[in-house]
Each structure stands twice: as structure tokens, then as C-alpha cells.
């Protein structure tokens, strides 16, 4: 108890301790400065930033996902409606009249005839070759299979090996239990809506022809991947300034 009185008397009698002096005020951390991407990569989107539904803002683009390593799977109803907005979007029917026009200058189908009538069963015919494709290879065979219809965007890496990536998943997919393989989805689905077009084109049903519209549906789905891959980047360097010009213009 006596240190205790001696203690508080010292306190008492020594006044107030002198206040530490103010630490200095650092600067604020300059900004980091951008770091340009490595030769032979593209700067890509944060996968933070939302994924456009149409690519150059028209072609549907619904079924494109971010590749974090994480993605929920989807149900058979959320398959169901990206394929139904793959195939009755608006923008199919301009796609549809793109690919009649073609067929209408290559004389593909004589047996349609040319001038509008011929035009029009080519439109036709075009529309459901894409619609039907995309409900099979979208909605059921996906269902059935248990297999992921999204396109896994990859976002990083070189341009060759992000192209390769893209155009590969015609043969690879996301199961919904979250593991890859063989896209039995796109293969199968196709090749049903080819075995569907045989009832409207009735001169081009042998092997080869059936063949040469697999591998047109197919191939047409390999460029579709290669878009949706790269068309963040794109939009990102056209919609953003780069980050010199951004500082000029602040000064």
C-alpha cells in the first residue's frame, strides 16, 4: 500500500507527461501505374465487369460466363431459356436473311428456285437450321446429358492460346457436376437438327451432304466461341481511353 501512496505522488507531483510529438504526415501513395500486357496477350476485362448479352450489340450473347473456377451450374430450365433467346432473338432473323442471301448467290437447293420465292424458302429453311441447332445443342441434349451449355470465357493468356481455347470447346464442355469432357451436347445435338433438315431438303440427303452441314454448324459454333472470347477486349479498348490519354486529360 505504501508503493502504492509513493506511486500516485510521483504522478501527482510530475504534472502532465509531455504529448508524444506528432508523427509526420506521410504523402498519399502514388497511384500504381498501369502495367501494359505482355507481349503477345491483349488487355482483357476484370471479371467483375457484367459480360455484354449482345456482341457488337446486335448477335445474342446469353450464354457466355466468366471462367473463375467457380461457376454454379444451371438448371434445365435456365439451359431451356438461353437456347430459346439463341434462337428466337431478334437478331437470328438477320443472321437468317444473311445466310439465305448467301445460299440465294450460290444457287445452294436448285430445286428452290431463285428470285423471291426461292429467297424466301432459303430464309426459311436457314432460320430453322439455326434455331433447331440451338435448341438441341443448348437446351436438350444439355439436359439430358447433364453437360454446362455456356461458353467458360477465359479472359487471360496470349491471343494464340486463348484463340485455340475457343475454338477447341466444340469438343470440350463443362459437366453440371463441374468437370469436363467430350461435348457430346454439341456433336449429338447437331447432328439431330441436320437429321431434321432432311424433311425440307429433300435433294441434299446422302451422306456427304449431311456431312458438309455438320460441319458447317459446327464450325459456325467454333466462331461464335472465338467472338464471345474476345469481344470484352475488344469493347474495352474501343470504349475506354488509354491511360495516358486519361492523365493528359486531367492535367
Not at 501494359?36 to 465487369?49: N, R
Not at 460466363?65 to 438477320?94: H, M, R, Y
Not at 447432328?191 to 431434321?196: G, H, I, K, P, R
Amino acid at each position: 500500500m505504501f508503493c502504492c501512496i509513493c506511486a500516485v505522488g510521483q504522478q501527482s507531483g510530475s504534472g502532465p507527461a509531455p504529448a508524444d510529438p506528432p508523427a509526420a504526415v506521410s504523402d498519399p501513395p502514388a497511384a500504381a501505374a498501369p502495367v501494359a500486357p505482355a507481349p503477345g496477350t491483349i488487355a482483357s476485362v476484370t471479371p467483375a465487369e457484367p459480360i455484354d448479352k449482345r456482341i457488337l450489340g446486335v448477335l445474342p450473347n446469353y450464354r457466355t460466363v466468366q471462367d473463375t473456377g467457380n461457376v454454379e451450374p444451371i438448371s434445365a430450365k435456365k439451359k431451356f431459356w438461353i437456347a430459346s433467346k439463341d434462337s428466337f432473338d431478334w437478331p437470328i432473323f438477320l443472321t437468317a436473311a444473311g445466310f439465305a442471301g448467301y445460299y440465294q448467290l450460290l444457287n445452294s437447293n436448285p430445286e428452290f428456285g431463285q428470285g423471291v420465292k426461292g429467297y424466301l424458302k432459303r430464309y426459311g429453311t436457314s432460320f430453322l437450321d439455326q434455331s433447331v441447332g440451338n435448341l438441341m445443342t443448348e437446351g436438350v441434349m444439355p439436359s439430358l446429358l447433364h453437360e454446362d451449355p455456356r461458353y467458360f470465357r477465359r479472359g487471360t493468356g496470349s491471343v494464340g492460346y486463348r484463340l485455340w481455347y475457343a475454338s477447341t470447346r466444340i469438343f470440350v464442355t463443362h459437366t453440371d457436376a463441374g468437370t469436363t469432357r467430350f461435348n457430346f451436347s454439341e456433336w449429338v445435338g447437331n447432328s439431330v437438327a441436320v437429321a431434321f433438315s432432311n424433311v425440307y431438303y429433300t435433294k441434299t440427303r446422302d451422306v456427304e451432304d449431311n456431312v458438309d452441314k455438320l460441319a458447317l454448324q459446327v464450325a459456325t459454333d467454333a466462331i461464335s466461341n472465338v467472338l464471345k472470347e474476345f469481344w470484352p477486349d475488344v469493347k474495352h479498348k474501343f470504349h475506354h481511353p488509354k491511360p495516358e490519354a486519361a492523365s493528359a486529360d486531367m492535367e
